[in-house]
């Protein structure tokens, strides 16, 4: 194999990984919201748990309703979590096939290089 052909084939491969490296930054970041978000959704639903037990006072029927519609208030971060969990995973199982997807194109493309490069011309 010609020194040239070599070099080429050498400086693909780098152009290739950081390539790599520059589409896969953002992806650890959207694997950790996808996997703690559903955990900060059910701790702003126990709070609202401790904040609507906490504010009953009074009859026991109004205290009753009051506890209800605190409760039922208390889920919405909950389904919030799991909103934001589900979104960051779908986009980041997406993104990773992507990046799968380009890494296998662009090995061969490596591959097929030297074959390109030897033609004469």
Same mark, same amino acid.
């Given at each position: ?29 959207? $694997?950790?919201?996808?996997?703690? #978000? ?10 609202? =748990?401790?904040?609507? &037990? ?12 009051? =506890? $209800?519609?605190?409760?039922? @208030? #208390?889920?919405?971060?909950? #389904? ?7 979104? #960051? ?5 997406? &993104? ?7 890494? $296998? @194109?662009?090995?061969?493309? =490596? =591959? ?10």
């Amino acid at each position: 194999m010609n020194w040239r052909v070599k070099l080429a084939l050498h400086a693909a491969e780098r152009s290739a990984t950081a390539v790599h490296q520059e589409m896969a930054r953002g992806l650890s970041g959207l $694997a950790t919201v996808g996997a703690t #978000a559903a955990f900060v959704g059910v701790f702003g639903n126990l709070l609202g =748990i401790f904040n609507s &037990f906490s504010g009953a006072t009074g009859e026991k029927t109004t205290m009753m309703a009051a =506890i $209800a519609r605190s409760l039922s @208030e #208390a889920t919405w971060p909950t #389904a919030f979590g799991l909103a934001v969990a589900v979104t #960051a995973l779908l986009g980041y199982r997406y &993104f990773t096939g992507r990046l799968a997807d380009m890494d $296998a @194109e662009m090995r061969d493309a =490596i =591959i097929e290089l030297p074959a390109y490069l030897q033609v004469p011309l």
